[in-house]
C-alpha cells in the first residue's frame, strides 16, 4: 500500500493507528476508564489530554484539583473537630 501510494510506511502506519485510537476518543465507556486512571493517579495529565482530548482533559484536571482541595478542607475540620 505504501508503495502504491507513494508514502513513507511507518507514516502510514501510524496514521492508520491514529485513526483507529481517533474512534475510541468517543466512546464514553472508554473515556470514564481513562479518567479513572487518571483520578487514581495511574495516568500523566499529558497521556489522558492524548486520549481524551485538551478540553475535556482540562475539565477532568480542573474537577480533580476542586474535588481534592474540598477533601483537604473537610479532613482539616475534621481534626479540629477531634480536638
Known sequence: MAEIMHRNRTELMKEALRDYLGKFESDEEFKEKVVELYLDEELEFEELKTLIGNQDAESVKATAEVL?????KSDGLAEIGEA
Not at 68 to 72: A, L, P, T
Request: proline share 0%.
Open 68 to 72: 481534592n482541595s474540598s477533601e483537604e
